[in-house]
């Protein structure tokens, strides 16, 4: 007899594809074995700006090997952008090779194709390209500030009158934080296997919406979107990166077509730098105004960052600023520098990860100031109303996480006064922060195919979703053995095919409720059809093996689609948390260890505990990299990143992460939508930064605003007045 394990929505069952990862069987982009297939390998420019006046590519082409060489001279023609300072976003065209113009260091400039990957590398060494080099490139933030612009009408928010608000107060809080250049790098290398067939294109892509993959590959060719199939069964991480289409899929694409073979290409480590998004520098001006009791009267909250000199990307570092706190006088705006440095993109929870750092060390400060506990600080102006929309939240457990966390964490144990709380050399600092995250739900379709096998039915669930290391195969096949109630072990989940039913892609954390609801409305449709076809009453509990024997039916397929009703548009939906950590800073050289952590979350129902947990866990990790280690370096005179791989862009690893306490609320938000799901991947990172940076400030009375937090800078900072040393 089989044993069954408990599967339905809830349960902390095992990853269902785990097992495929662990024997190899998971096929991710550049592992379908296409036959034929041939390699190229990307070419970089070498200048920051300037022009190509000579191209010689006869050296490589004499090598065995080597099938074509491709650059401006020779590429296929391909829509380009129609207006300068194009905003970017998850389906815009990728033009590359258009012209000889060159417009930051690492640009593509070039390809050779071959038919090994060793050939194809080292014959692209061999092309000689000649520049002229404009001499003023635009690569030092700093000294560029007079070219900042306003991007739209909507990048600046305002709310009753900030100098109002600011001379009200009692205290005032002005400040500025830095985010460094920082790098997504999922450990899956970007890559695309492409090739043409009687005019269509297929391209098994690492992406993270293979909908919007096939808009952007289709609109840059120029040819009808159902043309176009894009394949991403498995995706080994993108935080962003893989969101949009890069010029590396589009190169292959065009590679495929001039040479008439399947072509790969893998965007190295190095190019991961330069060829696949990045998030910018971000300096970011805090102004808190508060009444000596805590209330606030005023946050304003004014970002300067750059982007590229053809595309425009602007991350709302202010979001957060806007609707997390009651307070009548707000302000965010938002100013871009444009710079000869490729074009950032959304990484890992954009405008959250780097706003919140900025806002919740700013009420740090202010909570200081006024000599008030930051938590309770945060809880006296706490709202129930979003009042950047003026709308209800559709349910928001801030208080709850900040107090349960508290407990959890034992914050009564803090010491006031910094530097007071020794061990040995050690200082030791708590530090805690609230985190919001908006929670999306888009409209997704979904396919159930039903088939009979004795008494038992098997399904399969098809949608164009996928699974960048989140979960979506396990929480999906959940939802299915949930309200087709059957066991998880029948059910067969295909993802990541572009002709299977849309959805939404992973991003913005809108997959697991996204997901999850189009996979419900499929099994209730087939459900329900399957009663009405023989005049069984909705509401009478039938199996869905027996439905199928009176439909005499041995296979039923049915597709659903669910998207946002009227109350989740009449809402402000978030998912809400508090992180807590405690910091032992060493008085003298200033490493610092990050000890403990606890972390609480609110994000309405958890499909599965287990791979929440996991999300959670890789959210905190990434915010221990952005307050530690984590930053890009652009060098002065040449605009090149100098950070050009793991040995000199640090991420953490596991002697640098702490004892970790993860803690979901229970939380059904079924204003949210129908399985009262929110979204929970980017939740874990925000704030993690503010929650390190605030237990720093406990340990050693130091503010430190400029991420990433290194010794050096610990140690060169001074404390605080009034704190004695
Ligand atoms: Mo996310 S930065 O929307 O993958």
């Known amino acids: 007899m089989k044993t069954l394990k408990k599967s339905g929505t809830g349960a902390a ?16 982009a550049s592992e379908f074995p296409v036959q034929n297939k041939v390699y190229a390998q990307g070419i970089n420019s070498t200048i920051a700006k300037g022009e190509i006046i000579s191209v010689d590519t006869s050296e490589a082409e004499k090598l065995p090997g080597v099938l074509k060489v491709i650059t401006f001279k020779n590429a296929e023609k391909l829509k380009t952008f129609e207006k300068e300072m194009t905003p970017i976003s998850t389906t815009t065209i ?18 050779v194709v071959a038919e090994t990957f060793e050939q194809a590398q080292y014959a692209a060494r061999l092309v000689k390209f000649k520049y002229k080099e404009d ?21 600046d928010y305002a709310l009753g009158d900030i100098k109002a608000g600011l001379s009200d107060a009692d205290e005032i809080v002005e400040v500025t934080y830095n985010t460094p250049i920082e790098h997504h790098h999922p450990m899956e290398l970007h890559a695309v296997i492409a090739s043409w067939e009687n005019g269509k294109v297929m391209a098994y892509a690492s992406q993270q919406i293979v909908e919007d993959a096939t808009i952007a590959i289709s609109d840059t060719f120029q040819i009808p979107k159902k043309d176009v199939r894009v ?10 990166s893989k969101l949009n289409v890069e010029r590396h899929v589009i190169l292959a694409v065009m590679a495929a077509k001039m040479i008439g073979k399947p072509v790969q290409m893998t965007v190295t ?3 991961m730098f330069t060829n696949t998004g990045l998030r910018q520098h971000n300096e970011q001006k805090m102004r808190v105004g508060a009444k000596k009791d805590g209330t606030l009267t005023a946050l304003s909250h004014e970002t300067l960052s750059h982007t590229s000199s053809t595309l425009e990307y602007q991350e709302s570092c202010g979001m957060v600023t806007k609707m997390l706190y009651k307070v009548p006088n707000n302000l965010v705006t938002h100013r871009l520098i444009p710079m000869n440095i490729q074009a950032p993109f959304a990484m890992r929870a954009p405008g959250e990860a780097t706003g919140s750092f900025a806002l919740e060390c700013a009420m740090d400060e202010m909570a200081w100031k006024l000599k008030m506990d930051p938590i309770d600080f945060r809880i006296k102006n706490d709202t129930q109303i979003d009042l950047s929309t003026n709308k209800p939240f559709s349910s928001r457990l801030l208080v709850e996480c900040l107090r349960i966390g508290a407990e959890k964490f034992g914050w009564k144990e803090r010491k006031i006064q910094p530097r007071t709380h020794k061990n040995g050399n050690w200082l030791i600092g708590y530090g805690v ?22 008494d038992e039915v098997n399904a399969t669930i098809q949608m164009d979703a996928t699974d960048i290391g989140t979960g979506s195969y396990t929480i999906i096949a959940q939802t299915a053995s949930e309200y087709l109630r059957i066991p998880v072990e029948q059910i067969n989940v295909e993802l ?7 959805t939404p892609g992973s991003g913005g954390s809108w997959g697991a409720a996204s997901f999850c609801n189009g996979a419900r409305a499929a099994c209730e449709k087939a459900i329900k059809t399957l009663k009405a076809n023989q005049n069984i009453k909705q509401d009478e509990e039938v199996s869905v093996a027996d439905l199928l024997k009176k439909n005499k039916l041995k296979r039923f397929e049915a597709e659903g689609s669910a998207e946002p009703s009227e109350a ?12 807590f950590c405690e910091v032992w800073v060493d008085k003298d050289t200033g490493m610092y260890r990050i000890k403990r952590m606890v972390n609480v979350g609110a994000a309405g129902k958890i499909l599965n505990p287990k791979t929440a947990y996991s999300q959670i866990i890789g959210g905190l990790t990434m915010g221990v990299g952005m307050a530690m280690a984590e930053q890009t370096r652009v060098e002065p005179n040449f605009g090149n990143f100098i950070t050009r791989s793991f040995a000199d862009y640090h991420v953490p690893v596991n002697l640098d992460m702490a004892n970790i306490d993860v803690v979901f609320l229970p939380e059904e938000d079924k204003i949210a939508n129908k399985m009262g799901i929110k979204g929970i991947g980017e939740l874990g990172i925000t704030s993690v930064a503010a929650s390190i940076a605030n237990a720093i400030f406990n340990a050693t009375g130091k503010r430190m605003r400029d991420l990433p937090i290194t010794p050096e800078k610990l140690i060169e900072a001074k404390v605080e007045p009034g704190i004695t040393v």
Do not use: C, W
Not at 13 to 28: F, N, P, S, T, W
Not at 568 to 579: C, D, E, I, Q, Y
């Open 94 to 111: 990728a033009p590359v090779l258009q012209s000889n113009k060159v417009h930051y260091y690492g640009e593509y400039i070039g390809l």
């Open 13 to 28: 069952i095992d990853r269902v594809e785990g097992h495929l990862k662990v024997m190899g069987i998971a096929k991710y």
């Open 269 to 271: 480590r190095p190019q």
């Open 568 to 579: 989740f548009r009449n809402h402000s939906v978030f998912s809400f948390g508090a992180n």
């Open 496 to 502: 990541g095919d572009s002709n299977f039913p849309a």
């Open 231 to 240: 394949i991403a069964a498995f995706v080994g991480g993108g935080f962003g």
């Open 433 to 454: 922060s609230g985190a919001s995250r908006q929670s999306p739900y888009l409209k997704t379709n979904a396919k159930v195919i039903l088939e009979l096998d004795g």
């Open 135 to 155: 001499p003023n490139p635009v690569i030092n933030f700093d000294k560029s500030r007079s070219e900042a612009y306003k991007p739209n009408e909507k990048s």
